[in-house]
């Protein structure tokens, strides 16, 4: 399966922008990359997917670079809200295979 | 509200015990998951189901025994747990396979066995 590699935590201050980065060296054309948010005592969240273009939604944005080995969720504006873990996902046939995620701190 | 709903909320049960979890979707997707989630480690995905036929079994013991009726509706039957199937188990939907479509997830089913 492929994998990505996201840093353990970062923190932000709110109303700040917020850039999430990824690393997916061993994507194969066809996996999708998505991102999906956990916060506290909840089940993950949908944010953003994408193939190859940016994409952009209410949530989120999400930049894919050209070689599509990296990506980057951007939150316009953090609020405490967004605090939660982030994962950043290689989607390929049935399954999402989460890893350990980006915990995001958001200070007042 | 994501449109999946799970029941229990949480379950204390024995070793001897036999109970089952359920989980409802309401969003008319085609394809429903159950995950497994201990404490500090990521989310284990355990069984995939695509218009009711299982398509993926995670090596997941037998002691957990999924059942898919129809799209709507899936169950994870649990008989004999160990105390390290202590999790949140979590369900989930999606219109068509996970790879391509956005998963929706339910609260999940905090379960303790003792």
């Known amino acids: 399966d492929a994998k990505t590699t996201q840093p353990n935590s970062m923190e932000s201050n709110e109303e700040e922008p917020v850039h999430l980065p990824c690393n997916h060296s061993?994507?194969?054309?066809?996996?999708?990359i998505h991102w999906y948010r956990q916060l506290p005592s909840q089940g993950p969240e949908y944010v953003i997917h994408g193939l190859t273009s940016n994409v952009n939604n209410r949530m989120a944005s999400l930049a894919i670079a050209e070689d599509r080995k990296s990506s980057t969720l951007i939150l316009h504006r953090a609020t405490l809200r967004d605090a939660a873990v982030y994962y950043c996902?290689?989607?390929?046939?049935?399954?999402?295979?989460f890893g350990g995620g980006t915990r995001l701190m958001v200070k007042p | 509200e994501t449109g999946v709903t799970q029941t229990p909320r949480h379950l204390v049960m024995g070793m001897t015990n036999k109970k089952s979890l359920k989980c409802e979707q309401h969003l008319g997707h085609n394809a429903m998951y159950w995950y497994k989630q201990s404490a500090k480690k990521p989310l284990e995905l355990m069984f995939v189901y695509n218009f009711k036929e299982q398509t993926e079994n995670n090596s997941v013991p037998s002691r957990f025994s999924p059942e898919c009726p129809n799209s709507s509706h899936l169950f994870l039957h649990l008989h004999t747990l160990q105390p390290e199937d202590s999790a949140l188990y979590l369900c989930?939907?999606?219109?068509?396979?996970?790879?391509?479509?956005?998963?929706?997830f339910g609260p999940g089913t905090r379960l303790t066995v003792t």
């Open positions: 996902i290689l989607g390929a046939g049935n399954m999402l295979t």
């Open positions: 061993t994507i194969s054309g066809t996996d999708y």
């Open positions: 989930a939907s999606s219109q068509e396979p996970a790879g391509v479509y956005e998963q929706y």
